[in-house]
């Protein structure tokens, strides 16, 4: 477990971590996926960016 999450659960008493990523940046996902986050779920259509609409993954430790 990363350093960072060590110290969320244990000093702030954390239930969980989450990542919120375009779905379209596989290299994010990758990365995150690395230290062990886990795909969680798709949010469809949830954000319009330069007026096209887009999908954001959900993922969480």
């Known amino acids: 477990m990363p350093k960072l999450f060590e110290h969320g659960f244990t000093q702030l008493i954390l239930n969980r971590i989450e990542g919120y990523v375009v779905s379209e940046n596989s290299k994010y996902k990758s ?12 949010m469809r259509e949830c954000e319009i960016k330069n007026g096209e609409k887009s999908m954001l993954t959900f993922i969480q430790y």
Request: hydrophobic share 35%; glycine share 8%.
């Open 31 to 42: 990365a995150l996926e690395k230290i062990n986050l886990k795909y969680e779920g798709t």
